[in-house]
């Protein structure tokens, strides 16, 4: 199927990554690529001639372009509107109707995650290499999507949207479901041992070990490749959730150049989006 998108042109399904979950067909979410916009420069669809999907404001792509970008993307949703942060690498999760208010009246948001139980509502997420995770359970009556780069998931980020998801249901955090989108991958998050410690120092003690084992030195003092897929899973684990209810995480925003943004890999660079919605 293909959403029309209005006058103006359309985004293709194909060029995005949809969730392979069984959940309830109420849930609706996606990710987006960097395929099916306006944008051009480092910017554009990673093909020549291709127009990209930027989805930053934050960037210095035309701002035109990012609007209309954010048109095409929405119009998946059959929304007008998304409850957009502002996001810092923290644990802070609101709820998403009330951004969207806030929003409408000029406000800006900081905050890494929103949750909502209210049909129509687009919680949404941008990366560039940090991981997007979504939730929700299984009959689809909550969800959230959260930015999880390692100083998020090292401040609990992915922990806190769970069990705010599963509060609004008055159910388990194991009874939620989580797809990971596109992120940068373990053989190209090359990271310091500030990071090392910080991750491993704030894991459950059943998950230590673990946890230092998705860092793997590169032979470089004090370097290592950091897996953030597994890590995002410890964390997830840690609050109840199988890995049988854990979904995607295959994707690295960084080999895969011309599907993805990645700002390590390119430094300027757009920004996708990870959306998901209750139909009403």
Request: hydrophobic share 40%.
């Amino acid at each position: 199927m293909t959403n029309t998108g209005g006058a103006y042109g359309a985004l293709n399904e194909k060029d995005c990554l949809w969730p392979q979950w069984r959940v309830s067909p109420r849930v609706k979410a996606f990710v987006t690529t960097r395929v099916g916009g306006v944008s051009s420069g480092p910017y554009d669809g990673g093909a020549p001639g291709a127009g990209g999907l930027n989805l930053g404001f934050s960037t210095d792509d035309v701002p035109e372009a990012v609007t209309e970008n954010r048109r095409r993307a929405l119009a998946l949703t059959g929304r007008p509107e998304a409850a957009w942060l502002a996001q810092v690498h923290s644990a802070q999760v609101e709820d998403a109707a009330d951004v969207l208010l806030r929003r409408a009246a000029g406000e800006t948001i900081k905050a890494d995650a929103s949750v909502t139980d209210q049909p129509g509502v687009v919680c949404v997420v941008m990366t560039a290499d940090c991981l997007p995770v979504l939730f929700c359970d299984d009959e689809g009556r909550a969800i959230g999507a959260a930015h999880a780069g390692w100083r998020g998931l090292a401040a609990g980020i992915v922990e806190k949207t769970g069990e705010c998801v599963a509060r609004l249901v008055g159910t388990s955090s194991s009874d939620l479901n989580a797809y990971l989108g596109s992120a940068i991958g373990p053989s190209k998050f090359e990271v310091g041992e500030d990071v090392f410690v910080a991750s491993v120092s704030v894991a459950n003690a059943d998950a230590r070990d673990a946890t230092a084992a998705a860092f793997v030195p590169t032979g470089a003092p004090g370097k290592y490749h950091a897996d953030i897929f597994t890590l995002a899973r410890l964390r997830l684990a840690s609050i109840g959730i199988d890995a049988s209810r854990i979904h995607g995480g295959t994707h690295c925003t960084v080999s895969e150049s011309e599907r993805f943004y990645s700002y390590r890999r390119d430094r300027i660079t757009g920004r996708m989006a990870a959306m998901i919605w209750l139909a009403e």
